[in-house]
């Protein structure tokens, strides 16, 4: 945790004839404006003031900062449109009332007063204490990272939202920020129930709607009532908050107060049981605990003595029948037949509080984890062996859902949440650097030692039945913790009564805001909606939005099964937010100072660990299905693309997890397995900078079906000085054309003097490190010989030259316009290869590559070779067939016989009129030496290659959907530049669609695995 302090040295320079006093401006009476006044000491500078302010200038904007709370977007607006802005009050609020206390009222709530005792009788005091300080240990390690998040910077309004989101990146911070959204509706709802319980329960069970006439409708009856009550007290809430949050702020110190008299109440009644403990008896049968509702007045025994004394002359005293007779036994008479069990025991009564030093606690130590419909048994008691499981028809306690480990640990974490309440309020605090970090942690320090040592005092001083008995039925339905509360129960029922109201009106409160922060980022479009409200910025239709998913908790109606769904999603919030620290510690993000410095990111990786770790054991459905809702919002988000750019981490992330990628790269070439085409596509763009040829970008697609690397360039000609924008603009359209195409990559707009000089450069350092192109593809040059200007054929010919010096594969589609598009598939046809030279196997693997892709799927391949004369070219077919077999390439195989023939008189025309074209264009252009210089013969043997070539290919492939074809190397001598494309031209003649193929000199194609 220890760091190195460093120790940083500003120098501000102020030169003179600035604004200081008693100097005088030279131009102050030429009404030259403040703020258009250049220091003429900063002459050197003035032409970048715009983009580079003088300090000064900045200075004074940052005095004149407020901490009002951002991402408020009225301020924003209000600003932006002039109007005047009013005077608001510096936030004053210290650490103790504008962090501690809230955070207190946050995390003390309805668990403590209704579930603890529970957890503790069920759990044990040494397993209850485990599940407190794992709870505990996730919001301590959590609060620490929070901490770190919230003090590097202010953090506005939104609160945890705000911290994630802008430490992740828009998609985390929409997903997790959702997730905190829908775990604080749910925490209202929560709240919600635990007051209704405490009233249909324990302060006027009389107001119960439904009453079952048997016991086994009595859960279904509950929870009807549960379900309208909850809906009339949310209604209630909801319309308070609408009317005013001001009433609400009223209403929280009221509240607070309730929390911490109920809580001082536990400890007083816990200190005086040592010495006077509280009368509460438990009616016991044999080891069996009876519930107290059944007994009103009546003695805790089968028979009493009767009323009346009897007379002297009687001899017999006849015994009386109880209450609790009359449940086990089918008449008031002594010979009546009764239950078995209840024959065989003993009625007996213990106290419910034994008292603090009673040593209760050694009984309370170990866990009693028990199944639905079990009995409360004291095991320290007699009991005879049962013929029959106990019914649900006589008066015992029983158990109402089945207990284990993972589910008290999803019950209790919700009672430790609420630690975002200060950050939440950093708007409103003197000093939020310093305050959020102490208030925070020494609140959660505080609920911790009052948890921990809550778990030790209700071991120490309550019975065990009566802990387990969750609604106090064995107390004649007192609150369970209020029966240890000093001087009554009542201040316990209702202290927490109103505590949880208030608990519940302050959730409908933040749950609304942070919808609204999220709709305001407009990160997720269908809830822009949302981020609009009254004219005081009241968000209405959050509210509204709140309401309903309230009511959805409401109708499930049972603690017990709300509670782990919101610790589903709170626990989801706190495991990012310290993923969020982690990354930035880790990343050593440069902005990445926070003014809390007792963090570390082992700290935050374990605070994560362990939220991980809760969510799946507390209930692994329930995480899982948590975590497919935020990914499902996390590729929504990134589906419509969330254009925001807040220096998340994520993308820190990336960026490292790239370097590391390029440096693994960087070891060595890639092995013939690992090949595949890296593009570099060379586009033109047109006078109105507009893409020529946007099917190229079309074939790329197509030949990458979406991996690998694509770099799409293009060069402006001129001066980078002067055509910086034009730059620019060229590299939005070729972006704007990308994603019409779909192409994911990059684009690189190069300025030069000269196109060829541009694409060399382009070729020569495009790409990072290993992650560099290998093939580069180029439009064949359209009416290259009606064009006056010959820079662009010459342009293509240098093009070739460059990518063979660079040991680079070159595709040359010819007839681009020609191909089809991604929404034109082939229906059937052929991809015919003719394999003229061998060139590391790109003529194998394109096709193979193409027809992964839909629009050439259905189309079958064929590979042509030429046999000379002296070739065998069955076994040529033989071989070639067997090639393709460990090739693992299907594909129809031809041997063409090329015979040796006299050259044609066609050859010699076109021969002819190739030379004469070229004499002419020379003859205009070239010197009387140059013009003097003889013919190359040579020209008419390459002629007939050409021609002869063409007609084979013409008459086997005419009907080819693609011919894939080696291209012929330029001529070393550039004066016959011309004469290499006309040998082209003859060449692909007659043929719709032609890719022209040149290898980059290594194999890529192998026939080993």
């Keep these: 945790?220890?760091?190195?302090?460093?120790?940083?040295?500003?120098?501000?320079?102020?030169?003179?004839?600035?604004?200081?006093?008693?100097?005088?401006?030279?131009?102050?009476?030429?009404?030259?404006?403040?703020?258009?006044?250049?220091?003429?000491?900063?002459?050197?500078?003035?032409?970048?003031?715009?983009?580079?302010?003088?300090?000064?200038?900045?200075?004074?904007?940052?005095a004149n900062y407020t901490n009002l709370t951002q991402g408020a977007r009225e301020h924003e607006e209000a600003e932006s449109i002039g109007e005047k802005r009013k005077a608001h009050k510096s936030p004053q609020m210290g650490t103790f009332m504008g962090v501690y206390l809230p955070c207190l009222q946050n995390i003390f709530g309805v668990i403590l007063f209704l579930r603890l005792t529970w957890v503790v009788g069920t759990a044990g005091v040494l397993q209850a204490l485990c599940i407190v300080f794992i709870c505990c240990c996730c919001t301590l390690l959590t609060a620490i990272s929070m901490s770190a998040i919230a003090t590097n910077g202010v953090v506005p309004a939104g609160g945890s939202y705000f911290m994630i989101s802008r430490s992740l990146g828009p998609e985390f911070g929409g997903a997790v920020g959702l997730c905190f959204y829908l775990g604080t509706t749910f925490a209202g709802a929560m709240y919600i129930l635990g007051a209704i319980e405490i009233l249909l329960m324990y302060i006027a069970p009389w107001a119960a709607i439904f009453v079952s006439g048997s016991p086994d409708g009595e859960g279904a009856a509950m929870l009807n009532n549960m379900r309208v009550y909850g809906s009339i007290f949310l209604l209630l809430m909801a319309l308070l908050v609408f009317v005013g949050v001001k009433y609400v702020n009223k209403l929280a110190s009221v509240f607070l107060a309730c929390v911490i008299i109920s809580i001082l109440s536990i400890y007083t009644g816990a200190l005086v049981s040592a010495f006077s403990p509280p009368t509460f008896p438990v009616c016991m049968l044999g080891n069996r605990t009876l519930s107290g509702h059944i007994l009103h007045d009546s003695p805790c025994a089968k028979t009493t003595l009767p009323k009346e004394p009897p007379r002297p002359v009687d001899t017999n005293l006849t015994l009386a029948t109880t209450t609790l007779w009359l449940q086990f036994c089918e008449g008031p008479d002594l010979n009546a037949s009764c239950d078995y069990y209840f024959n065989l025991s003993n009625i007996s009564e213990i106290p419910g509080i034994p008292g603090l030093s009673s040593g209760v606690i050694t009984e309370n130590i170990w866990s009693v984890y028990l199944t639905k419909g079990d009995v409360l048994e004291k095991g320290s008691l007699p009991s005879p062996r049962p013929v029959h499981p106990p019914t649900n028809r006589l008066p015992y306690v029983f158990a109402d859902i089945t207990t284990s480990f993972t589910l008290l640990v999803g019950i209790f974490f919700p009672s430790v949440t609420g630690i975002m309440a200060g950050s939440n309020r950093s708007g409103d605090l003197k000093d939020a650097q310093r305050s959020i970090p102490i208030g925070t942690i020494m609140a959660i320090l505080t609920t911790s030692l009052v948890y921990l040592s809550s778990v030790v005092l209700f071991g120490a001083c309550i019975e065990g039945v009566v802990l387990r008995d969750k609604f106090g039925d064995s107390v004649k339905g007192n609150l369970v913790v209020g029966t240890l509360s000093w001087p009554s129960p009542w201040v316990i029922v209702i202290g927490s009564f109103f505590s949880t109201c208030g608990a519940g009106l302050q959730s409908l409160t933040g749950a609304p805001r942070l919808l609204q922060a999220i709709a305001?980022?407009?990160?997720?479009?269908?809830?822009?909606?949302?981020?609009?409200?009254?004219?005081?910025?009241?968000?209405?239709?959050?509210?509204?939005?709140?309401?309903l998913i309230a009511e959805l908790g409401i109708l499930i109606a049972s603690l017990d099964l709300v509670a782990p769904i919101l610790s589903m999603f709170f626990l989801m919030c706190y495991l990012f937010v310290n993923l969020a620290c982690a990354l930035q510690t880790l990343l050593r993000t440069p902005n990445w100072r926070p003014r809390f410095s007792y963090y570390h990111w082992t700290l935050s990786f374990l605070g994560m660990i362990i939220c991980l770790a809760l969510m799946f054991i507390s209930s692994w459905y329930y995480a899982i299905v948590?975590?497919?809702?935020?990914?499902?919002?996390y590729k929504y988000i990134e589906y419509h693309g969330a254009e925001k750019e807040w220096g998340d981490g994520i993308r820190g992330l990336s960026l490292s997890a790239a370097r590391y990628a390029l440096l693994r790269l960087e070891e060595g070439p890639p092995h013939t397995k690992n090949w595949r085409p890296q593009l570099l596509v060379l586009l033109k763009l047109d006078e109105d900078a507009y893409v020529k040829s946007p099917r190229l970008l079309t074939f790329a697609s197509q030949l990458k079906a979406g991996k690998g690397l694509t770099i799409v360039g293009t060069v402006i000609t001129g001066n980078y000085l002067h055509s910086y924008g034009e730059a620019l603009a060229a590299e939005q359209t070729l972006k704007h054309q990308m994603d019409k195409e779909k192409v994911k990559g990059f684009c690189q707009c190069i300025v030069a003097n000269k196109a060829r000089e541009g694409i060399s450069h382009m070729i020569q350092s495009s790409g990072l490190g290993g992650m560099r192109h290998n093939t580069v593809v180029m439009g064949w040059p359209l009416a290259w010989r009606q064009?006056?200007?010959?820079?662009?054929?010459?342009?293509?010919?240098?093009?070739?030259?460059?990518?063979?010096?660079?040991?680079?594969?070159?595709?040359?589609?010819?007839?681009?316009?020609?191909?089809?598009?991604?929404?034109?598939?082939?229906?059937?046809?052929y991809i015919d290869v003719w394999w003229i030279v061998h060139d590391g196997g790109m003529l194998m693997l394109l096709p193979f590559l193409l027809r992964q892709h839909k629009v050439w799927r259905k189309c079958a391949m064929r590979i042509f070779t030429v046999a000379q004369m002296e070739d065998n070219s069955i076994q040529m077919k033989k071989d070639l067939a067997t090639f393709?077999?460990?090739?693992?390439?299907?594909?129809?195989?031809?041997?063409?016989?090329?015979?040796?023939?006299?050259?044609?008189?066609?050859?010699?025309?076109?021969?002819?009129?190739?030379?004469?074209?070229?004499?002419?264009?020379?003859?205009?252009?070239?010197?009387?030496?140059?013009?003097e210089k003889e013919v190359d013969h040579s020209n008419v043997r390459r002629m007939h290659t050409a021609v002869k070539l063409n007609e084979v290919i013409v008459n086997k492939s005419h009907d080819a959907r693609l011919v894939l074809l080696n291209m012929p190397g330029p001529p070393r001598n550039p004066a016959g530049d011309e004469n290499y494309m006309e040998f082209l031209e003859v060449l692909t003649e007659g043929l719709e669609r032609v890719l022209l193929v040149r290898g980059g000199g290594s194999e890529v194609i192998t026939i080993y695995s």
């Excluded at 990160?523 to 004219?535: W, Y």
């Excluded at 200007?789 to 020609?818: C, E, G, M």
């Excluded at 041997?895 to 002419?920: C, F, G, K, P």
């Design 626 to 633: 948590a975590i497919v809702i935020a990914g499902m919002i």
């Design 787 to 829: 064009s006056e200007d010959p820079q662009s054929w010459k342009t293509f010919i240098n093009t070739v030259r460059v990518t063979t010096a660079a040991h680079l594969a070159l595709l040359v589609p010819k007839n681009i316009s020609l191909f089809p598009g991604n929404s034109e598939p082939c229906a059937e046809g």
């Design 1 to 62: 945790m220890s760091e190195t302090v460093t120790c940083v040295r500003v120098f501000l320079c102020v030169l003179p004839g600035g604004r200081g006093e008693g100097t005088e401006r030279a131009d102050s009476g030429h009404g030259v404006d403040d703020d258009d006044f250049y220091d003429r000491n900063l002459a050197l500078f003035e032409e970048e003031m715009d983009t580079r302010p003088k300090v000064s200038s900045l200075l004074n904007r940052l």
């Design 520 to 547: 305001k980022d407009n990160i997720i479009p269908f809830l822009r909606v949302f981020g609009h409200g009254k004219a005081n910025g009241e968000p209405t239709w959050a509210l509204l939005l709140t309401a």
């Design 884 to 931: 393709l077999y460990h090739l693992r390439i299907e594909a129809d195989v031809e041997v063409v016989e090329m015979h040796n023939s006299d050259i044609s008189a066609y050859t010699y025309e076109r021969t002819l009129m190739m030379e004469q074209r070229s004499q002419m264009l020379r003859q205009m252009r070239l010197s009387k030496s140059d013009r």
